[in-house]
């Protein structure tokens, strides 16, 4: 019986959806996706910064929720090697018009930093890659392009940039 209980709780530990913030190995998988203006952009052009990868889409209310929140954070930490790549997630069978709904929403949330999409929602071949099963789903990079925090919520991600911009800038 202890082990039954034993092995159900390291299952049920190892399928925990919390914050999850510590010191990764694994560089975050690369890929390159179309802007507003569809020109291609690639996750390399951000080295040197740290990044928060939010992926989010234009019908998620909890994610336009977050965009309000995210909009004042970057402005508190752009210049301080803070860059946020936003992957929009619209393109559900739902919308008339995704490419409409994804840049009226960069419009309305007031969003200034880089936003890309291939416009095929969950079919998108980022969502297997970074094994997003909801969103707003988040994942914060170091300047070297290494995965340091994801599944992250608002909070958190404020108190670590505060730790590692704050510790950056000695």
Known sequence: MRLVLFFLSIIL?????KVNVSSFE???????LPNINNEIVDL???KGNF???DFWASWCRPCRTANKELVLLYEKYKSKDFEILGVSLDGIPSQEN?????????????????????????????VELYNI???????????????IAEKISIKTLENELEKILNANQN
């Not at 530990?13 to 959806?17: H, K």
């Not at 694994?26 to 390159?32: E, I, M």
């Open 13 to 17: 530990f190892s399928c925990n959806s």
């Open 26 to 32: 694994d560089k975050a998988p690369s890929f390159s």
């Open 44 to 46: 390399t052009d951000f």
């Open 51 to 53: 990044v928060l990868i």
């Open 98 to 126: 995704p490419r409409q709904d994804w840049l009226n929403a960069i419009k309305d949330d007031k969003i200034t930093w880089t936003n890309i999409s291939d416009l095929k929602g969950w079919g998108s071949y980022l």
């Open 133 to 147: 099963r909801s969103i707003p789903h988040a994942v914060l990079l170091n300047k070297e392009g290494k995965i």
